[in-house]
């Protein structure tokens, strides 16, 4: 899926290329606070996705948050594609450092859990070329680290970092 991206300060636009014009997304990450649904919704192109994003970003400290789990229930599948693309951006533009890819990949779960990514593992497998198994495999050493807990078949973390995972997020 085609996107394009912008960061300012802790402010994060997108905007994602899907049937009938593009899909913009704004968010919020504080550090320590997960990060915030601002904007998300259809775009149809009358100015340049660059011009669009960078007055989104002006306003976007007058945005209110929205529920992503709640919101990607009423999403097209494009869409659901676009809120993790989007998140998966705006980790990296955070520039965050971890002492493992463990860790890296414990705390990128759990905002990608938290914002409704049914199948966590599986972006995250694409994002860094590796097979599902393999991130599996990290999740269930995050685990025994004690940086993430088991939330049990079908369940998902409600919206907050581990207790361990938070001294992560300096």
């Known amino acids: 899926m085609n996107g394009i991206f912008l960061g300012k300060g802790e402010f994060f636009a997108s905007a994602w290329e899907v049937p009938g014009g593009y899909f ?59 809120l993790s693309l ?35 593992a599986k972006v995250l497998a694409q994002e860094y070329e590796v097979s599902p198994r393999t991130i599996h495999t990290r999740l269930r050493l995050a685990r025994e680290r004690h940086l993430i807990s088991s939330p049990g078949a079908g369940a998902r973390l409600e919206g907050h970092y581990e207790p361990a995972l938070k001294r992560l997020l300096k």
């Open 86 to 120: 989007h998140l998966l951006a705006a980790q990296k533009g955070q520039k965050r450092e971890f002492e493992s890819v463990v860790e890296e990949i414990a705390w990128r779960y759990v905002e990608l859990t938290s914002w409704g990514e049914s199948s966590a």
């Open 24 to 82: 913009a997304i704004i968010s919020k990450h504080s550090v320590r606070i997960m990060p915030s649904l601002l904007h998300a919704g259809l775009w149809q192109p009358s100015t340049s996705a660059n011009l669009f994003l960078k007055k989104l970003l002006e306003d976007s400290k007058n945005l209110d948050g929205l529920n992503p789990v709640i919101a990607r229930t009423t999403f097209k599948t494009d869409d659901r594609e676009a």
